[in-house]
Every structure is written in structure tokens, then in C-alpha cells.
């Protein structure tokens, strides 16, 4: 994929928001998190928190899966050429989530609400140390944090309902 081409000229805001994280995981992957605001995240997202597929109502899939997960997944899948997996990940307020390790690497991206979160600088028992201390933010709809494998982060004061799109990249099995 060429990522500087037209620089998004023609495509779709689901295209441009899934080359900007392609982009990001690029640069970042195996080495640190990183934290991403893609364009397009107005097109992606409906007014409601759901994932758009590029009509007013996007309306919930089966088994409640939000309408355009797939196509994100699939075409940020493509490339990165890797199989991308997706799930969803509610933290009602005051909720904590923490002594989490990313078993794979993980994309956050907050759908509803909003909520603080920390990487730790560097995976368990590892001396490669990408940060001189933790990673701590606020994570709000639009964005995007990275955890690469084997780092291990938190996920805590959500002030009101939160609910994240949690993508988990795993190696293609050829």
C-alpha cells in the first residue's frame, strides 16, 4: 500500500481512518505503544458511538456486533497482513481494569465515553525499557492507543459508562 499517495484524495472516511492506524502500527509495532488520532474518525463513528458502514442508521449486526466492525477489521487486516480480531470491552464508571498484559497486540478504541488508561514502560521481566516511566492519558472517542505484546496496561476512571472496540492483532497463519 502506498501511504503517502494522494494522501487520502477519493477515499471513504473508513479508508482514511484505517490507513492512519495502518500507518501508525507500522512505525510503532514490537517497539512501544502509541497513541493515534485517525482521520476519517467522523465518518467511522455514528453520533450514538457505533461503528458506521457508511449510512444514517447504522444498526446493530447480529449477536451485537456494531454495523463496519468487519470492514475495519478486515481492510486494517490487509495492510498490516496480519488477521485482526475485534471485541468490545464495557467499563461502567468508576470501573478499573488493570494488571492486564497484552497477549497479542492490542488497539483501543474508545467508542462511547471516555476513560484513563497506562502502559507500563516496558513488558514484565524485559530490560528494553521504551519509555523512562509509564504512559498515562485520557482515552477519548476518536482515538486510538496501541499496547504491543507482553506490555502491561490498565484501563480505569471512566466518569461515565465507557465502552471500547478492542482490536487484537495475531500473525497471518500462512
Known amino acids: 500500500m502506498d501511504y503517502e499517495g494522494d494522501w487520502g484524495k477519493g477515499a471513504s472516511g473508513l479508508e482514511l481512518f484505517v490507513r492512519d492506524l495502518a500507518l501508525c502500527l507500522s512505525v510503532h509495532r514490537d517497539r512501544g505503544p502509541a497513541l493515534v488520532w485517525p482521520d476519517g474518525v467522523d465518518a467511522v463513528l455514528s453520533g450514538d458511538g457505533g461503528i458506521r458502514r457508511g449510512r444514517a442508521d447504522p444498526g446493530p449486526e447480529p449477536d451485537g456486533v456494531v454495523a463496519g466492525t468487519a470492514e475495519l477489521t478486515s481492510g486494517l487486516g490487509e495492510l498490516l497482513g ?64 496501541y499496547v504491543p505484546s507482553g506490555f502491561g496496561y490498565a484501563l480505569n476512571g471512566a466518569h461515565s459508562p465507557c465502552t471500547l472496540l478492542v482490536l487484537a492483532l495475531h500473525p497471518s497463519a500462512w
Open 82 to 145: 496480519c488477521q485482526v480480531g475485534s471485541s468490545y470491552l464495557s467499563l461502567p464508571t468508576g470501573a478499573q481494569s488493570t494488571g492486564n498484559t497484552a497477549a497479542t497486540d492490542l488497539v483501543l478504541l474508545p467508542v462511547r465515553g471516555s476513560c484513563g488508561g497506562r502502559v507500563e514502560p516496558s513488558p514484565p521481566g524485559q530490560a528494553r525499557a521504551v519509555l523512562d516511566r509509564a504512559l498515562e492519558l485520557r482515552l477519548r472517542v476518536g482515538e486510538a492507543l
